[in-house]
C-alpha cells in the first residue's frame, strides 16, 4: 500500500491555504516506500526498548521483566531478570519496576566485539526511597548470560510515591533512553519524576540528558553552566524518552511527551535549557497541587491546551530566553511522542534521512488519540520543520515505546500491548 | 384449558421476577466497544500497560461499581482524569455490555 499523504501543517494554516501550497510535486517528495511488516516477537511484557548487533542478535527490555536476546536463529534467552523473575539466568534482586519505571532502555557498547559490554536503565532499590541506574553487564560469548554489573550511573532520581497529579502514581516520569552517539558517547535521559524542582536543578540528574562515557565520567564539552552536575549535557527538560542523532552530523535530537499539550522534538545543543520549570510561584503561577505545575492549570479536567500552553509552557522561553526552542510541537497537542530514530538507506527512498517519531496515543480533553509514527524532515538548522507526514502503518497501530533501525536497514518498533514488529521498506 | 391452581401460582410468582431480571449483556457490543475505547490504555486483553492498570481478572460488580462511579465524576486513583471523559458517554446498557465482556475474556 503506497504512504499514506496526511501532511501535518502548522495550524495556523487555513485548510484553504494548505490547498493551495501543495501541490503535486510537494505530495511527491513526501511519497515513501511502500511498507511490510512481520512480527518479530509477541506476548512480550511492556517490552520498552531494543539495541542489535551487526548480525542482527537483538537485546530486548521488558519492563516488569528484565533483559533478553534474540538469536539469528531465533532462540530467545532470558539474561538479567528483575528481582522475583522466573526463568532468567541471573536476576537483579534490587532491580524492580513500579508505574512507568522498570528495566527500561538498553544500548550496545560500540566496541562490544572487544568489550561484550551492553547497558540498561533500570530502577533499582539499593538507594533508598528507590532511583535509577545505568548499569553496564558482560555479555558471555554465547549470549546466554551476563555478568560483572557495574553501575556507571547510580544516582537518577526516581519518583517514590504517589502524589496528587494525573498518572500520579510512584514511577511516575522516569525517563529512560540510552543510545550511543556516533563519536561513541553515551547519551542517558531522565525525567522529572514529577518533582517540580528537578529539571532546572543543577545537581539533582532528573529532567536532564546526560552524556557520558562508558565508565560513567562526564565527557568534556558536556558545558552545562557553572556549579551543574558535569555529565549534563541539557537541562530543564520533563521527561525526554526519545532520542536519536542526525545522520549526517551526528546532532542529538529528543522527542518528549507534553503536558496535556505540546508534544516537541528538540534539537541539542551543549550545556542547553529545554526551557520546562514546573516550580509554584514561578513565571506567574502560584500555588500548585503537591507542589508541581506540571499539569496545570485544571490538571484534572478538560482544557483547552493553547490555554494551558501559555500558563505552564513546555518550553519556557519568556523566563528563559536562551531556552532550545523546539523544532516542532505537534500542532500544541500532547499525543506521547516518546520514541525517535532517524532512518537511513537508499531503501527508505524519500524517507532516506527522515526523523521517525513514535507516539503512544493519549486522548485527553477532545484531544484525538494519535497512536502513530511521524515521518519529520527536520530543517537543516535543526530549529523547525519542513513536514511532518504520517507513516501508514503496514500493521495495526500501537503505543509505540521503541524505534530502532536495525543493521538490516529495517525499523523495529516495540509496542505497549507486547510486540515487537520489524517494518521493511519494498 | 384449565390450569391446575399450583401451576397458576407458580406462573404468578415467576413473572414479576422475570420482568425484575436486568437486560441481558450483549457482550459483541462490549467486545466492539472495549476494543474502539479502552484498548489503548488498557491493552488488547485487558493487562495494562504503562501507566495504565490491568482490567483482567475483574468481576461485573466490580467493574460496573468502578465505571459508575467514574460517570458520576468521582476521582479514584491517579487516572481519573483520563477515565472521567470516557465513562461520562457511557449509558447503563455500555457499562453492562462491556464489564460483561470484560469479565468474560480477561481472565
Known amino acids: ?426 | 384449558m384449565k390450569i391446575p391452581t399450583g401451576t397458576a401460582l407458580l406462573l404468578a410468582l415467576a413473572v414479576p421476577a422475570i420482568a425484575q431480571e436486568p437486560p441481558a449483556a450483549d457482550i459483541a457490543a462490549g467486545e466492539k466497544m472495549y476494543a474502539s475505547s479502552c484498548a489503548r490504555c488498557h491493552g488488547r486483553t485487558g493487562r495494562g500497560m504503562a501507566s495504565f492498570p490491568p482490567v483482567e481478572g475483574k468481576d461485573v460488580d466490580y467493574l460496573v461499581g468502578r465505571l459508575e462511579q467514574y460517570r458520576e465524576g468521582e476521582n479514584v486513583g491517579p487516572n481519573s482524569a483520563l477515565m472521567k471523559p470516557v465513562a461520562a458517554k457511557l449509558s447503563d446498557e455500555d457499562i453492562t455490555n462491556l464489564s460483561a465482556f470484560i469479565a468474560a475474556n480477561f481472565q
Open chain 1, 1 to 426: 500500500m503506497p504512504s499514506k499523504l496526511l501532511t501535518w501543517q502548522a495550524t495556523t494554516l487555513a485548510a484553504t491555504a494548505m490547498a493551495a501550497i501543495l501541490p503535486a510535486a510537494a505530495l511527491a517528495q513526501n511519497q515513501g516506500p511502500t511498507l511490510t511488516h512481520e512480527t518479530v516477537l509477541s506476548d512480550l511484557q511492556d517490552p520498552w526498548d531494543m539495541a542489535f548487533l551487526p548480525d542482527g542478535t537483538m537485546f530486548f527490555t521488558e519492563k516488569c521483566r528484565g533483559l533478553s536476546v534474540l538469536l539469528p536463529s531465533g532462540d530467545v534467552n532470558a539474561l538479567l531478570g528483575i528481582g522475583g523473575s522466573d526463568g532468567f539466568s541471573s536476576t537483579g534482586e534490587d532491580l524492580f519496576c513500579e508505574g512507568q519505571a522498570g528495566m527500561n532502555g538498553v544500548a550496545v557498547d560500540p566496541d562490544f566485539d572487544e568489550n561484550r559490554f551492553v547497558y540498561v536503565y533500570s530502577a533499582s532499590n539499593l538507594t533508598e526511597p528507590g532511583g535509577n541506574r545505568v548499569l553496564r553487564l558482560v555479555v558471555n560469548d554465547d549470549l546466554s548470560e551476563v555478568s560483572d554489573r557495574t553501575d556507571i550511573v547510580d544516582d537518577i532520581p526516581y519518583k517514590p510515591v504517589a502524589t496528587d497529579q494525573p498518572f500520579g502514581g510512584p514511577g511516575a516520569h522516569n525517563g529512560g533512553r540510552i543510545r550511543f552517539d556516533p563519536e561513541g558517547h553515551l547519551f542517558v535521559t531522565t525525567g522529572d519524576t514529577h518533582n517540580a524542582e528537578v529539571p532546572q536543578s543543577p545537581t539533582l540528574i532528573g529532567g536532564k540528558v546526560l552524556r557520558i562515557d562508558r565508565d560513567g565520567e562526564p565527557i568534556e564539552g558536556n558545558n552545562a553552566p557553572d556549579g551543574f552536575d558535569p555529565r549534563i549535557f541539557t537541562y530543564g527538560h520533563r521527561n525526554v524518552q526519545g532520542i536519536a542523532f542526525r545522520p549526517d552530523t551526528g546532532q542529538p535530537v529528543v522527542a518528549e511527551h507534553g503536558p496535556w499539550h505540546s508534544d516537541e522534538i528538540t534539537a541539542l545543543v551543549a550545556g542547553g535549557n529545554g526551557g520546562w520549570d514546573p516550580r509554584p510561584g514561578e513565571a506567574g503561577r502560584g500555588e500548585c497541587p503537591d507542589g508541581y505545575c506540571g499539569y496545570e492549570p485544571n490538571q484534572m479536567d478538560e482544557m483547552n491546551p493553547q490555554e494551558r500552553a501559555e500558563y505552564m509552557p513546555m518550553t519556557d522561553l519568556n523566563t528563559y530566553p536562551d531556552a532550545m526552542k523546539p523544532a516542532w510541537n505537534n500542532n500544541g497537542l500532547s499525543q506521547g511522542s516518546v520514541s525517535a530514530a532517524f532512518l537511513s538507506g537508499e531503501q527508505w527512498g524519500e524517507w532516506d534521512g527522515r526523523m521517525v517519531v513514535g507516539l503512544m496515543g493519549i486522548g485527553f480533553g477532545g484531544t484525538p488519540v494519535g497512536q502513530r509514527i511521524d515521518i519529520v524532515d527536520l530543517a537543516e538548522d535543526g530549529l523547525s520543520v519542513n513536514n511532518v507526514t504520517e507513516m501508514a502503518l503496514p500493521m495495526e497501530s500501537g503505543r509505540f515505546r521503541s524505534l530502532v533501525q536495525g543493521p538490516d536497514g529495517n525499523l523495529y518498533a516495540a509496542i505497549d500491548e507486547g510486540d515487537i514488529y520489524r517494518i521493511t521498506p519494498e
